[in-house]
């Protein structure tokens, strides 16, 4: 494993608000604060263990600019490949969500800097207005024909992509909507909100191929069994992030939100006493109350990505954190570093700090999991990049008939107080100790469970 930081010219300097791999990984976006969207490819380098002479580490990535998509008239946001690849959605402070399309003619090059080092060429295909506000977040249904979007104007909304328009208002949240998520196998979407909310819907689609939404399940608060107190799960409004990410696992089996806490002492009350960490919602009981919790992260965790592909299990004579097939790897972004999980261990894989000036403001993998790429208000982007076979083997998810569920009676609830410090790249202290976990819940009711802690003009330049 490497990880390195890309020091190139990315936003012309700015804050990089967004980032994301196209599903065929032949493509990378960032989104950022100079109202832009910019295209890469991003590719792992065969030889990145060895130097071009004595003096200079090579880049662990082959990095070449491929075109910028200027349409926005403010910084942008959030920046998603829809699951085929064809499509490209953009959305940001203008309160306007572009959808893009490659297009096979150039189009005229005025108002783009750098159209004369451009390889490929994206043309808009529509523009969607509806929010009041600016968009923070967006999310793809599975099918490609629909994504979400959250604003600041306390809203979420679905969109149809073949009739151009809104079909669907969530109006459930008080305060900002930060975050959104759809569930891979279509049955839920979720959003995340400053009001310390994460709200959790069922979908069903009629005959008539309309989209029907349910109710709200708004997870606010979590009901301890033994003393019968409640504690609240995520920060409030006074949490300094524009984002909070919340993300399904591939499988549909695990939906995991940032931005949660959890209290370390009796008294609750005082700003000190809690620690950072994120909640981890089973199928099962995505309605109901989450199950167990990663921490103890070094600031608010924002953002969650999973990497698109299920691993083999490795061998451990130490029973599972999760009674599955398969291990699923997913990675949690605080604010200052990167924490890599896997279900069926409760220690993180690693950790990856120190490696930027400013917040970290959103996390993706590429489509065959071997580069994590996360990016910053600084303005930079850093690059994970993991050996061959070095996270494990890569394996089928089961189908559809045989997907698994995780009930109740497959959680291996453990009880982990002070777990040995796991692999890390780390410029900074480490974390504090951890706590000890939630009182023993009562029959079928399962409290959160502490999982881990540790813890002139100038072209956009390019790398060969």
């Known amino acids: 494993m490497k990880a390195k930081t890309i020091e190139i010219n990315w936003h012309d300097g700015q804050a990089i608000y967004s980032v994301d791999f196209s599903s065929d990984g032949t493509r990378f ?29 090579p880049l662990p990535v082959h990095i070449e600019f491929l075109s910028e998509l200027k349409r926005h008239s403010g910084p942008v946001n959030v920046v998603r490949f829809s699951p085929s690849g064809e499509y490209l959605a953009s959305a940001g402070d203008d309160s306007c969500i572009i959808l893009w399309k490659r297009s096979a003619t150039a189009e005229s090059a005025f108002g783009r800097d750098y159209a004369e080092f451009e390889k490929e060429t994206w043309s808009v295909v529509q523009m969607f207005h509806g929010h009041n506000k600016e968009i923070y977040d967006l999310a793809w249904s599975p099918c490609g024909q629909y994504f979400i979007t959250a604003s600041i104007d306390n809203t979420a909304r679905v969109w149809s992509v073949s009739s151009r328009s809104a079909i669907h208002v969530f109006t459930d949240h008080t305060h900002y909507v930060q975050g959104v998520a759809w569930d891979p196998l279509g049955d839920y979407i979720a959003t995340q909100s400053s009001d310390r909310s994460v709200a959790v819907y069922k979908c069903q689609r009629h005959s008539s191929n309309r989209l029907q939404f349910g109710s709200a399940k708004k997870h606010l608060k979590l009901n301890k069994s033994v003393d019968q107190t409640s504690i609240r799960l995520y ?9 909070r ?3 399904f696992s591939p499988d549909g089996s695990f939906l995991v939100t940032p931005a949660g806490i959890m209290p370390t002492s009796v008294d609750d009350s005082e700003e000190d006493s809690v620690m950072n960490c994120a909640f981890i919602y089973p199928r099962n009981t995505i309605r109901k109350h989450p199950v167990a919790y990663t921490s103890n992260h070094n600031k608010p965790s924002i953002a969650i990505r999973w990497s ?9 004579k130490k029973a599972n954190v999760f009674a599955m097939s398969y291990r699923l790897i997913y990675a949690v972004a605080s604010q200052e570093a990167v924490y890599i999980y896997d279900t069926q261990q409760a220690k993180p894989l690693c950790v990856i700090s120190g490696m930027h000036f400013a917040p970290i403001t959103d996390v993706t993998w590429s489509h065959d999991g071997s580069i994590l790429a996360f990016s910053s208000a600084d303005g930079y982007c850093s690059a994970v990049v993991f050996n061959d076979n070095e996270l494990g083997t890569l394996c089928e998810l089961p189908t559809a008939k045989k997907q698994t569920t995780v009930l109740e009676s497959d959680v291996a609830m453990m009880d982990i107080a002070s777990p040995a410090p796991p692999n890390r790249i780390e410029k900074r202290p480490n974390s504090p100790p951890a706590t000890q976990p939630l009182d023993k819940p009562k029959k079928r009711r399962i409290a959160p469970t502490l999982i881990s802690t540790t813890i002139t003009k100038v072209p956009p330049s390019s790398s060969t």
């Open 29 to 57: 976006a960032s989104a950022g604060a100079d109202t832009s969207v910019r295209l890469w490819s991003i590719r792992r380098r065969v030889d990145m263990n060895s130097k071009e002479d004595n003096r200079k580490e």
């Open 308 to 316: 698109h592909h299920p691993y083999e299990l490795r061998p451990s």
């Open 235 to 243: 920060h409030d409004e006074n949490l300094i992030t524009f984002f």
């Open 245 to 247: 990410r919340l993300s």
